[in-house]
């Protein structure tokens, strides 16, 4: 093949000038720099043919062509990544629109990606390169900026370590079943923390915590504990960080909450709430403290259901503290027969239910006023 008096190719040490061009006194012609984006165009294979024309090692133009094939996939699951990253702090965010299903996702990356491997390569070398499968990340929340830009084979095995503990969890769970017993949380645990150390031996510190704070249990938890907190994007993100710590100690002693004494309960909690008070201002703590009060959950729970509004959230939530507080009286008061403690809870839970009664009727009224 006959090259022109100037033609340069650059790869890891592969260069190639024409001695008659040190000679010519006119400016080189700028030089073409290939990418993942010209997989498809013609010119890209006039480019690996000057390559090998010019004795470039054939392992390395095998390295250059399949890195563009990896970087082009890269980022197609970049941008499906980032399609998909809406507002996952929150309890209940939009779910993204999935065009194809993964099945057929897979599919046609992997027959798009062996059509570039025999024009470039070869129709035999499709097979032996031992490339991993180009699988969606969808599945495993593997969205965002970071998670999406994982490169083809971290991304493949941290899926991989994914699916290996959803299947483990789930073979300890089958095999107590069938024996007749409960499994042990504790060892749920290990099996969790197993999949953990393995994500963290596998990713950066940053894409570590950013796979916690999308996937991790403890996460999925979270977002529905700080519903009615309706947190910020870094506040998630700095309470998950502040309080996984301490949730992984308490389940590697304990296993879950409820194993706990009162006692051991009540010092958690209160360490947990420290932990938190430090990181939030001051109001947005009261916030986060108001937002767990089992009496505020159930009264924006209960408007929420008939379509109340905020005014009447909180009408609800204060009668609702107030009788939390007389039936902890009224169970705890040993002089007070059984019956006698029935009826007065009763009478409270009646009284709950005409305010409920009363505020939907108001809400009806204020609707037919023209």
Known sequence: MKLPLVWMVVLGGCLLTDGAAAADPSPPAPRRIFTWKDLSLPEYAGYISAMRATGCPENRIRDMIVGDINEMFDQERLQEAMAANVDWWKANPPRPVVTEPEAETRARRESLRAEL?????????????????????????????????????????????????????????????????????????????????????????????????????????????????????????????????????????????????????????????????????????????????????????????DKLEEKAALRLYQAYREQAGQREKITGDNAIPPEEKDRLVQSINQESERLLAELVAEKAGASKVP
């Open 117 to 305: 491997i025999t024009r470039h390569l070869g129709a035999d070398r499709t097979n032996d390169l031992r490339l991993p499968p180009l699988v969606s990340g969808l599945k495993h929340s593997l969205t965002g900026p970071i998670l999406g830009a994982l490169p083809v084979e971290k991304h493949t095995r941290l899926i991989n370590i994914c699916d290996d503990y959803v299947a483990n969890l789930k073979a300890y769970q089958m095999a107590h079943r069938a024996e007749g017993q409960p499994s042990d949380y504790l060892e749920e645990i290990k099996i969790r923390d197993e999949m953990r150390s393995q994500a963290r031996t596998l990713l950066t510190v940053r894409e570590y915590e950013e796979f916690l704070v999308h996937n991790s249990g403890h996460a999925f938890t979270l977002r529905s504990e700080l519903r009615l907190f309706a947190p910020t994007e870094e506040e998630f993100r700095n309470i998950f960080a502040t309080l996984d710590p301490h949730k992984v100690r308490m389940q590697q002693e304990y296993g879950i909450e409820r194993a706990l004494s009162p006692r051991q309960l009540a010092g958690y909690q209160k360490n947990c709430d420290l932990a938190v008070q430090e990181i939030l201002p001051p109001e947005r703590f009261k916030r986060y403290q108001l937002s767990r009060d089992p009496s505020y959950q159930q009264a924006f729970n209960v408007a929420a259901r």
